[in-house]
């Protein structure tokens, strides 16, 4: 074998290895780019129901309190035409305790 001969046989050995280190490479660089997109989609998914159980939790509370509200209202209402009702009952006993008193007044000036 010759000179020439040995370094084109190193030649072609070194373009091979080449060829099959980027080869290699490529191929673990594209299946570790494919496992961290479906470890990064898995973790979105996570984060996602967490967030919908959340946000269903709230929802439900507020739900809960808006309703709360409504019957508090309902309640105010209700005891307002209630304080309402006895005012106008309250004026009524006053007027007639007006009128007693004008007819006690006028039974006194009678004994007298």
């Known amino acids: 074998m010759t000179a020439t001969t040995v370094s084109v046989i190193a030649a072609v050995i070194s373009a091979?290895?080449?060829l099959s280190m980027i080869y290699f490479n490529f191929k673990s660089g594209k299946r570790t780019e494919t496992k961290d997109t479906e470890e990064y989609?898995?973790?979105r998914?996570?984060?996602?129901?967490?967030?919908?159980?959340?946000?269903a939790m709230i929802s439900g509370k507020l739900d809960l309190i808006n309703?709360?509200?409504?019957?508090?209202?309902?309640?105010?209402?209700?005891?307002?035409?209630?304080?309402?009702?006895?005012?106008?009952?309250?004026?009524?006993?006053?007027?007639s305790l007006v009128t007693a008193w004008k007819r006690i007044d006028e039974i006194i000036e009678k004994i007298e």
Do not use: C, F
Request: proline residues 0%.
């Open 67 to 95: 309703l709360s509200n409504q019957e508090i209202k309902e309640q105010i209402s209700s005891l307002m035409k209630k304080v309402d009702a006895h005012g106008d009952r309250l004026t009524k006993v006053e007027e």
């Open 16 to 18: 091979l290895s080449l």
């Open 41 to 43: 989609t898995k973790e």
């Open 45 to 55: 998914i996570e984060e996602i129901k967490e967030r919908t159980k959340e946000n």
